[in-house]
């Protein structure tokens, strides 16, 4: 069961306090120091909350190994596995910072896997003491050690199968009405792609298969909706070549996600995207099937923002004149009065 003394009391609320400080000084700063204090952070928060959640589930875990002198061997086997899936578990941020090239090392899918494990075992874990709690004096003792098992088993297939259910790659087609489109581009096909994340768990092998996919489709226009990359350039340079291969009619935009920005190498993506055949669009447009000097009279306005959630975007600066007031509506809704025929989109979403 679930135990808590003062003492962790204690622990637990000056963690919290120094977590508070902390994020005060990390918003003070400014954007570029930000994002390197804003890692560490992250880094230092994620942890400290992953050695918790080990130490709970090895205490949890241990009233299941078998005990006696007998069965010595399997449990300290069994321990030793479970040690090390667990501090696997802890160093996967900073596994995936440090072991990052053209294809994921065994070592961070490995530890992948086993974070997964923690949070999974975590919740089930939590589940079991909340239901033992809640069923203490109807739940006899002998079917505690069950329902535990219980637990971590059910951890074990939610893992699996999740890890299994993100890798796939689902295609959604959607029909997007355009106000006031010319009827020469009824029919227009985009392929949106968002959230790739090559880095620690995805390299150039994935991507490849992606842009065949892609071309499959045989897309007007590709836009990458953020999320592409979880490190920077000199690690990933060879893994986004594949980039180059994408065929669609009217060109592949990007704008940026806020994951870019936590690589610290934002800017180097900006420059190194163009020499794949891919061209940012930071808050800035671009006008397609028509000129720009008849104000894309014929064409379609294709905008692109920044990721919302590190807004640096000027909205008036990236929209035409023509459209009118932008205003901001909730955190991720971004709303044109009188538009003219525009496709607005930003790090992670699309309008």
Known sequence: MIECSGRNALLSGVFILVVLVVEVWVFSLESNRRIKALRTHVFFIFGAVL???????????SILLPRGDRFWLCTWTLRFFLAVSLLLGQL?????????????????????????????????????????LVGRGVIPRSLRVHVTLAGFLLALV???????????????????????????LNGTTVVQLSDIHLGPFNGKSAL??????????????????????????????EA??????????????????????????????????????????????????????????????LAGLEDIETFQSVLRRTL?????????????QLVCSDPLSALLWTGNYSF
């Open 208 to 237: 490849n298969e992606l842009v065949g996919r892609v071309n499959r489709l045989k897309p007007d226009l590709v836009l990458i909706t953020g999320d592409l990359v979880d490190s920077t350039v000199s690690n990933l340079r």
């Open 92 to 132: 996967c941020m900073i596994l995936g910072a440090l072991l990052v090239n053209k294809e994921p090392s065994y070592v961070n899918v490995a530890s992948g896997y086993c974070l997964g494990i923690i949070v999974f075992l975590t919740f089930c874990f939590v589940l079991v003491d909340l239901l033992l």
């Open 320 to 332: 035409p004149t023509t459209t009118g007031r932008v205003r901001i509506r909730q955190r991720w």
């Open 158 to 184: 939610l893992t699996f199968s999740g890890l299994w259910y993100v890798s796939q790659v689902e295609v959604k087609h959607v029909t997007l009405p355009v106000k006031g489109l010319h009827p020469r």
């Open 51 to 61: 050695f918790v959640c080990s130490r709970y589930i090895w205490k949890r875990i």
């Open 240 to 301: 986004v070549t594949p980039l180059r291969d994408l065929k669609p009619k009217h060109g592949v935009y990007f704008s940026t996600g806020n994951h870019e920005y936590y690589t610290g190498d934002v800017d180097s993506w900006i420059e190194e995207l163009p020499r794949h055949g891919v061209t940012p669009l930071i808050n800035q447009r671009v006008c397609l099937f028509g000129e720009e000097k008849h104000g894309c009279s014929g064409g379609l306005y």
